[in-house]
């Protein structure tokens, strides 16, 4: 948004009045203590929803940010920051007007520097004098953060991110929702009917001895794809945890840098659209790997069978991937729950909620994000 304020900027002014008229879609304004926020930009990425804004949109949400049912987090107090425009001026209040305190119900014995304490909680982010120069490509720069560098991943921006200073090269880390379906479908599709086919000729043997083996039949196909996505959905769940979220020791540079262009990045600025879903030409080479070690393990049509539910079941995750971000699922629908799952993984619990599309592989594994209690 054009009128965010630099660090450097006197802040403006704005009367009780003037903030609330911005309360739609197109302009919407908060208020955090005196503080003015025009959060905008931000209605779409809300875990909630937009609804859940709009409804205190022009009003104090202090409140909501304490408490219950969700106290946001540092991270989610540190990214508010970004959308400050100026503070509230108390002398345009009249006297018969309902006062903050007021509305927010906060006991008299809750002091000004309290409040105000509170409110610093949210650091701005400032580019001149952030640990790494935004003005350049972030890649080679990030292997040097050392001890500091998981602090600093784990502290999201609004922003967007150049990784390479090569045109050819920072082409390649950015892809659009849509190239994922469109590449990877067609070949779902077309291995779904080979497999298919395969079987139906009745000469894959799946054996158990030397001397016992089993008929894969045809009929089978459908139960071997739908086991070939929850084989997917296990491996989503190991390479988030331990490939993503691998903690790279503090003196190795290369390592740092691997792990940043991986996945560091998007944690970093998770609502840069561009990088939400894995660039095809990179995702073939893994996906050839995964194909391969199937057609070893397994005789042909079952391997094969395995590795298309697999590959849908990765297309389904970049997809719901995307959506946790971008979309605005119906409140106690699944995908709501998952939305606000993954949200608390960014903002919260970076060592928790490594499922995308289910959590169902973090209770086994003990990494379930906890409820809040009050």
């Known amino acids: 948004m054009n009128n965010k304020m630099s660090p450097s900027v006197s802040p403006r002014f704005f009367s009780e009045k003037e903030v609330s008229k911005h309360c739609t879609k197109?302009?919407?304004?908060v208020l955090l203590g005196t503080r003015v926020y025009d959060v905008t930009g931000f209605l779409r990425m809300h875990p909630g929803g937009e609804a859940l804004i709009l409804r205190r949109s022009g009003k104090d949400v202090s409140r909501e940010i304490e408490g219950p049912p969700h106290r946001h987090s540092e991270n989610a107090r540190r990214w508010m920051e970004q959308y400050y425009i100026g503070e509230l001026d108390k002398d345009s209040i009249d006297e018969d007007t309902e006062t903050l305190r007021q509305r927010k119900k906060i006991p008299e014995s809750t002091t000004e520097e309290e409040e105000t304490s509170a409110i610093n909680k949210c650091s701005k982010v400032n580019e001149e004098t952030d640990l790494v120069d935004w003005r350049k490509p972030l890649a080679w720069q990030v292997g040097y953060l050392g001890e500091k560098y998981d602090t600093?991943?784990?502290q999201p921006v609004d922003r967007p991110i150049r990784l390479f200073e090569n045109d050819f090269f920072e082409a390649n880390t950015k892809t659009s929702w849509y190239m994922v379906?469109?590449?990877?479908?067609?070949?779902?599709?077309?291995?779904s009917w080979y497999c298919y086919s395969f079987l139906a000729q009745e000469?894959?043997?799946?054996?158990?001895?030397?001397?016992y083996s089993i008929l894969v039949h045809k009929y089978s196909f459908p139960f071997i794809f739908v086991l070939g996505m929850f084989l997917w959905s296990f491996m989503e769940y190991c390479i988030h945890r331990f490939v993503f979220h691998m903690?790279?020791?503090?003196?190795?540079?290369?390592l740092i840098t691997l792990h940043f262009l991986l996945h560091g990045q998007h944690h970093k600025s998770p609502f840069d659209g561009s990088r939400l879903v894995f660039p095809p030409s990179l995702a073939?080479?893994?996906?050839?790997?995964?194909?391969?070690?199937?057609?070893?393990l397994f005789p042909e049509g079952l391997g094969i069978s395995l590795f298309v539910g697999g590959l849908c079941g990765y297309v389904v995750y970049d997809m719901i991937h995307y959506y946790l971000h971008y979309g605005s699922p119906?409140?106690?629908?699944?995908?709501?729950?998952?939305?606000?799952?993954?949200?608390?993984?960014?903002?919260?619990?970076?060592?928790?909620?490594f499922g995308i599309t289910t959590?169902?592989?973090?209770?086994?594994?003990?990494?379930?994000?906890?409820e809040q209690t009050f």
């Open 26 to 29: 197109d302009s919407c304004w």
């Open 152 to 154: 600093w991943v784990h």
């Open 181 to 191: 379906p469109i590449v990877w479908m067609p070949l779902v599709i077309y291995l």
């Open 203 to 211: 000469r894959t043997r799946l054996f158990i001895t030397s001397d």
């Open 247 to 254: 903690r790279p020791p503090a003196h190795n540079y290369y």
């Open 284 to 296: 073939a080479i893994v996906i050839g790997a995964f194909y391969l070690i199937l057609r070893q």
């Open 330 to 353: 119906q409140k106690g629908s699944y995908l709501y729950g998952l939305k606000a799952y993954h949200v608390k993984h960014h903002f919260e619990h970076q060592r928790a909620g």
């Open 359 to 370: 959590t169902f592989w973090d209770y086994p594994f003990n990494t379930v994000i906890p």
